[in-house]
């Protein structure tokens, strides 16, 4: 039996465990992650290499380590200094020298030692300990769980794209594990959303297949440095919504607060660009219909109509609870609390949601806020749990 197990591997789950071992809560031969990738941010790096993302929204203080000013001075090492690359006023690190710093921490705690590839399908209290289950029979036993799933797993498809690739429309979903959209050919192509990874894809395949794809966005191009004010990440926002005791409220407060569907201003000039030179068609509408016939897909919308024989839909991830699937079962037996939205009611000091269980990132978010998902999230539940 080990201390703690973290289930889930990306950047909340990796973030807790370099938290653990630092602040010697624990070691790395009584820690285990479980995830069902081969190793640690395997989804962040495949998502963000997807959309071809050169930097990070996020400033160079917010990365997985304890001390704020690592990757600054990562960036300075012998092995950061040919990736230090910082854009702009906030000083936001390039994807490569992010990764490669976290690649460094991980190196160093050696958390490939604690690594378990698996499927968490049962989460069973047993005495003072967790018994948990996995899809390929294996069977571990932990005095502390930390769920730390994140959306990934739910790419959000409207109901038409459903209906229509069913039909067999070539419609797909940017962050699908069974996208391969580099293979075959198309002649066009529409890329559907309006935030930042919709951008970052259009500008990826505007450079490909230049003046044969459309952007189609609800809104005109929404422009914020970050996807919430910078207020939430201390006492100038966090100190009211804390005194709000009705979780209905804060689930309210949290979705009014992200700036979803935006980008930050470089992405708006260099999108702006690409349709100014003729790369790119941008249009802005509302859909109202769709169908599908002879190879074709047909859009309504409000204003004027699109034929296209290939869709991408950057929009976004269903905001479901993750993992609520298998963890219905833990939640009927152990009684755990859940709000009207059905995630879970945590301790606001430590966010542990029944003994011995604990969450971070998306299911922290009614006690972390809005910016739980990401990576300043993930550091401030991590330093929650640790105090544990």
């Not at 973030?15 to 081969?38: E, G, V, W, Y």
């Not at 690592?70 to 950061?80: M, Q, R, T």
């Not at 000083?91 to 992010?98: E, H, I, K, Q, V």
């Amino acid at each position: 039996m080990v201390e703690w197990t973290i289930i889930g591997g990306g950047i909340q789950g990796c973030t807790l465990a370099n938290f653990l071992i630092k602040s010697n809560r624990t070691t790395i031969s009584n820690l285990m992650m479980i995830d069902p990738n081969p190793e640690p941010i395997f989804t962040w790096k495949k998502c963000t290499k997807t959309i071809e993302m050169p930097f990070l929204r996020s400033p160079s203080i917010h990365h997985l380590d304890i001390d704020p000013f690592s990757l600054e001075k990562f960036a300075k090492s012998e092995e950061g200094n040919r990736l230090s690359q910082f854009y702009g006023r906030y000083d936001r690190p390039s994807l490569a020298l992010f990764n490669k710093h976290c690649d460094a921490l991980f190196h160093e705690i050696q958390l490939l030692n604690s690594w378990n590839q698996g499927r968490v399908e049962q989460l069973i209290k047993v005495k003072q300990h967790w018994l948990i289950k996995l899809t390929d029979g294996r069977e571990f036993e932990s005095k502390n769980v930390v769920l730390a799933m994140g959306l990934s797993e739910q790419p959000n498809w409207p109901d038409w794209a459903n209906e229509l690739q069913s039909q067999g429309a070539n419609i797909k979903h940017i962050y699908d594990n069974r996208m391969n959209t580099d293979s075959g050919p198309v002649s066009e192509m529409l890329i559907m959303g309006g935030g930042i990874s919709a951008i970052h894809t259009a500008l990826k395949w505007s450079k490909r297949r230049p003046g044969k794809v459309k952007l189609l966005t609800r809104h005109p191009l929404r422009l914020q440095p970050f996807d919430s004010d910078p207020g939430w990440l201390g006492p100038k926002k966090m100190n009211s919504f804390r005194k709000v005791t009705c979780l209905s409220k804060r689930r309210q407060i949290i979705t009014s607060a992200r700036h979803r569907g935006s980008i930050p201003q470089e992405l708006k000039m260099k999108v702006l660009r690409e349709q100014r030179e003729g790369r790119l068609d941008i249009v802005i509408d509302e859909l109202t219909g769709a169908t599908y016939q002879n190879g074709e897909i047909k859009l309504d919308l409000q204003n004027t109509s699109i034929h296209t024989n290939q869709i991408l839909l950057a929009t976004g991830f269903n905001p479901s609870p993750p993992g609520i699937t298998w963890l219905n079962a833990t939640i009927e037996r152990e009684a755990l609390l859940c709000a009207a939205c059905g995630y879970p009611i945590v301790s606001e000091d430590t966010l542990e949601w029944g003994q011995n269980l604990y969450v971070i990132g998306a299911l922290a978010e009614l006690v972390i806020g809005p910016v739980s998902r990401n990576i300043s999230g993930a550091r401030r539940g991590a330093e929650r749990i640790v105090q544990v």
